[in-house]
């Protein structure tokens, strides 16, 4: 699926556990490990440099649910707010969220239509 923030386009697709690790040791091929098979399971990865989201396709609907509006507060953070301070204060993280709120559930929203359990 694709969808757009800030004029930003993101896809996210569904992968398998070795896929998603697959994916994060060709990203960190130059760093000095890479991610081992007792790595702890990866529910979704944001990749925002190319607008990629990945998420564990073996989920139950309301994990993969979680895991979605997780990882797309990821790509509302990429898109609409700063770097500058890597450390939110709670005023921070409570506008992050009223702000971000009905762009997200718009997108889960449409990820999950028709796709009840």
Same mark, same amino acid.
């Given at each position: 699926?694709?969808?757009k923030?800030?004029?930003?386009t993101?896809?996210i697709?569904e ?5 998603i690790?697959?994916i994060?040791?060709?990203r ?5 490990e890479?991610?081992k098979?007792?790595?702890p399971r ?5 990749h925002?440099d190319i607008?990629?989201m *990945?998420?564990?396709?073996d989920?139950?609907? !309301?994990?993969?649910?979680a895991?979605? $509006? ?5 790509c509302?953070? !990429?898109?609409?707010?700063t770097?500058?301070?890597?450390e *939110?204060?709670e005023?921070?993280v409570? !506008? $992050?969220?009223?702000?971000? *709120?009905d762009?997200?559930h718009?997108?889960v929203d449409? *990820?999950?239509?028709?796709n009840?359990?």
């Amino acid at each position: 699926m694709k969808f757009k923030i800030n004029n930003r386009t993101w896809s996210i697709e569904e992968k398998s556990q070795s896929e998603i690790k697959s994916i994060q040791n060709q990203r960190r091929a130059n760093e000095e490990e890479n991610i081992k098979s007792i790595t702890p399971r990866y529910y979704g990865v944001t990749h925002c440099d190319i607008q990629e989201m *990945y998420l564990d396709k073996d989920l139950p609907t !309301d994990r993969k649910k979680a895991t979605l $509006i997780h990882e797309l507060t990821h790509c509302y953070i !990429d898109s609409y707010i700063t770097h500058s301070e890597k450390e *939110y204060s709670e005023e921070d993280v409570a !506008d $992050i969220v009223s702000n971000s *709120y009905d762009i997200i559930h718009e997108i889960v929203d449409e *990820y999950f239509k028709g796709n009840k359990d």
